[in-house]
C-alpha cells in the first residue's frame, strides 16, 4: 500500500514539475511504524487524491517563565519554571480532520495507545452530527477504509 503511495507522489510529481529530470526525482520514505508517520502517509494519500485533509494538533501550549542572568562571575543562569497551559481546542478532536467526496471525516491515528473517554465522547458527536470517525493503525486498514468510502 504504501508502494501506491509513493507511486501516486511520483505521478503528481512528474505532472508538477515536468522539465525535472527523472534521476533527480525522490519521494518521501514514507512508513506507518509510527504514529507520525502513519499520520503524514494518511494526509498525503488524500491530498493526492483530491481530498482535502489536514493534521490538528490539540497538545497545549508551553508557557515558559524563566529567566536567564549573568552572576558576578560572569556564569549565566537559568531560573524559574514553565508550565502547560490547555488546549484552546475541543478535548479528544481526531488526529487528521478531512473531507472525502463531501463528507466530514474524523481519523484517530492509534499505535498501541486505546482511545480516551474524552476521545470517544467526541467520536459519538461526530457520528450524532452525521460525519464519518474512524481509528486507524496502518496504512493498508486507511487504505481499506478509504476505498470502502470512496465507493
Not at 488526529?95 to 495507545?113: N, P, Q, R, T, W
Request: net charge positive; with cysteine; glycine share 8%.
Amino acid at each position: 500500500m504504501i508502494a501506491e503511495l509513493k507511486s501516486l507522489y511520483l505521478a503528481n510529481h512528474r505532472e508538477r514539475y515536468p522539465s525535472l529530470p527523472e534521476p533527480a526525482r525522490t519521494a518521501p520514505r514514507y512508513t506507518d511504524k509510527t504514529a507520525n508517520g502513519l499520520t503524514k502517509c494518511i494526509i498525503d494519500y488524500l491530498r493526492l487524491q483530491g481530498c482535502q485533509a489536514e493534521r490538528i494538533s490539540s497538545t497545549g501550549r508551553y508557557l515558559d517563565k524563566t529567566k536567564t542572568y549573568t552572576n558576578v562571575m560572569g556564569r549565566t543562569r537559568k531560573i524559574g519554571s514553565g508550565k502547560w497551559i490547555p488546549t484552546s481546542g475541543q478535548k479528544g478532536t481526531a488526529d487528521i480532520s478531512a473531507v472525502i467526496c463531501g463528507k466530514a471525516v474524523k481519523i484517530e491515528v492509534k499505535m498501541k495507545d486505546k482511545q480516551s473517554e474524552a476521545q470517544k465522547k467526541y467520536q459519538q458527536q461526530v457520528e450524532q452530527a452525521g460525519g464519518t470517525y474512524q481509528i486507524v493503525r496502518s496504512f493498508s486498514e486507511f487504505f481499506e477504509f478509504f476505498t470502502r468510502l470512496n465507493i
